[in-house]
């Protein structure tokens, strides 16, 4: 209803009250004579007539005003009739888009229930499958437990090399005491040492396998490898093929004989702060400050995997020398991590109170780690567990593992590198010069072939060489204008070295 026609119907009311009014007042004066002739014999009672005369009017008075208000309702009602009729059209069309809406409904219910049975049918055929690859498992479990053993049995029988190592080295011990005694009786002390070295010099060999290594004096080979430092180095195993990693984010292989760029690999997303090749020469593995680790295909150079899962930088990273697909990484995030390469997962996670800074594997189950708070530890990589833990620097920078795997060389922030027997855990060694100053975190020194000699850079651009049979002076190779960073040393004779431009070959 319109507000015009509200005022219009307002007026219509008050014209019919106006002519009610004019009405009434024409009946008055129509019957004014009769009335007044009647009230003639009646004088008597004109007061009383009056009286009620004017409660009379009084009261056609308020049935006008009552009239007048019942006016006002019906236009009230009216108004109200004519929402209420637009509300019901309203609610109609609003019913009429629900019965559409239960409609649509229903159809998409039927077309949920339909793909509920199709899931259904799926998930009983995972189901079935989830079983026979349950099985399949516990007949893995099953090989593995056998393949345990076998790796247990086999543990056993190196053991039981070792020992038979060790008897050798104490008939070795036996026959060279014999000869010093006899030499002393014969007067002839000079050739006491010669006898010394010869008799070791055997049972290295028969326990290693390698050729004594001379110490190297000359640079033959001057390479500019990487933009803003080469931090990692590494020879393949028996090989002259270096590896090295650097601050420009690639990884390059190398020829030792010559010098020559054989491969580039690329693919890092941050400077390449340590190395490792499998043990079958297939793949490299490189630790980045981009918290991940990237592997390549040696020949090829394809990236094979990305390994994620460490949450700050990685610090370092090494090969199981007799399982080729696995791998080890330590981080800033206290943990060292498995991983396998055959799938690009890892295995098992080992949390660590301090900070690894380095790490190397000692046989195939067991890695040493080096941590900021100055210990060596030692880690059971099937249970996770720290097996051994010997307090070796103030901050452990660096750990290297000799080729026959019974040395471990140490290097720390106080400038010293300490050579521990992996037989007894006792430190056989410590090596430290006035000049040599540990070159921070970057710190790798190595350990030569035969297990003779330690190399380690120096902050002074120089390379200390130490004899681990002999207490003198140290060999110090000079040519740095910047500080040595990395060592590696060639089973075949040659030490790599590297500053924050260079590498060296030195033999």
């Not at 498992?137 to 060790?166: F, G, H, P, V």
């Not at 990693?245 to 690329?266: E, F, M, P, R």
């Not at 000692?362 to 990589?381: A, F, M, V």
Request: aromatic share 6%; net charge negative; with cysteine.
């Amino acid at each position: 209803m319109t507000m015009a026609e509200a005022e219009a119907g307002r007026a219509a009311i008050r014209r019919a009250l106006r002519s009610l009014k004019r009405r009434h007042l024409a009946e008055e004066g129509a019957h004014g004579p009769a009335i007044e002739a009647l009230t003639r014999p009646f004088a008597a009672h004109a007061l009383e007539w009056k009286e009620k005369a004017e409660k009379h009017e009084l009261e056609l008075q308020q049935c006008y005003k009552a009239q007048s208000r019942l006016s006002d309702q019906l236009v009230t009602e009216i108004e109200e009739c004519k929402a209420s009729k637009a509300l019901l059209k309203e609610k109609e069309a609003m019913v009429t888009c629900l019965q559409a809406e239960l409609e649509k409904t229903s159809e998409e219910n039927v077309q949920l229930k339909q793909s509920l049975d199709e899931k259904t049918k799926a998930l009983d055929l995972l189901i079935q499958e989830h079983q026979v690859v349950k099985a399949e498992l516990e007949q893995a479990l099953t090989k593995l437990k056998t393949a345990e053993d076998e790796n247990q049995s086999l543990i056993d029988r190196w053991m039981l090399e070792k020992m038979k190592d060790a008897e050798r080295l104490n008939e070795a011990n036996a026959m060279y005491e014999e000869m010093v005694l006899k030499l002393k009786t014969a007067g002839v002390g000079g050739i006491q040492h010669n006898a010394q070295q010869e008799a070791d010099g055997i049972i290295r060999r028969s326990e290693a396998g390698y050729t004594e290594t001379p110490i190297p004096s000359t640079c033959t080979i001057t390479i500019r490898a990487h933009d803003g430092g080469c931090g990692s180095l590494m020879f393949e195993h028996n090989s002259d093929r270096l590896i090295s990693g650097g601050q420009d984010q690639t990884v390059k292989i190398w020829s030792a004989h010559n010098g020559a760029l054989t491969s580039t690999l690329h693919g890092c997303l941050g400077s390449v702060n340590d190395l490792a090749v499998t043990n079958d020469n297939k793949f490299v593995v490189a630790a980045c400050s981009s918290n991940k680790l990237f592997v390549w295909e040696v020949n090829g150079g394809r990236p094979r995997h990305t390994l994620t899962g460490h949450t700050k930088n990685v610090s370092s990273v090494d090969a199981s020398w007799v399982k080729s697909f696995i791998v080890a990484s330590s981080s800033n995030d206290r943990t060292i991590k498995i991983w396998d390469l055959q799938t690009g997962f890892c295995k098992s996670t080992i949390l660590s109170a301090s900070n690894p800074s380095s790490l190397a594997f000692i046989d195939g189950d067991i890695i040493c780690s080096g941590h900021r708070d100055g210990n060596l530890r030692l880690w059971d990589i099937r249970s996770g567990r720290c097996t051994t833990q010997i307090a070796a620097h103030l901050d452990v920078t660096s750990v290297c593992v000799s080729r026959s795997k019974n040395f471990i060389l140490t290097s720390g922030r106080d400038n010293v590198h300490n050579l521990f027997d992996v037989r007894t855990l006792e430190v056989c060694g410590t090596f430290r010069a006035m000049g040599n100053r540990v070159v921070g975190s970057w710190a790798k020194p190595c350990i030569s072939p035969d297990e003779n000699c330690i190399a380690a850079g120096s902050s002074d651009g120089s390379v200390y060489i130490w004899s681990r049979l002999k207490n003198d002076m140290p060999t110090i190779l000079e040519g740095y204008s910047s500080p040595v960073l990395a060592s590696a040393w060639c089973g075949l004779g040659p030490l790599a070295t590297s500053d924050r431009n260079h590498i060296y070959i030195w033999s």
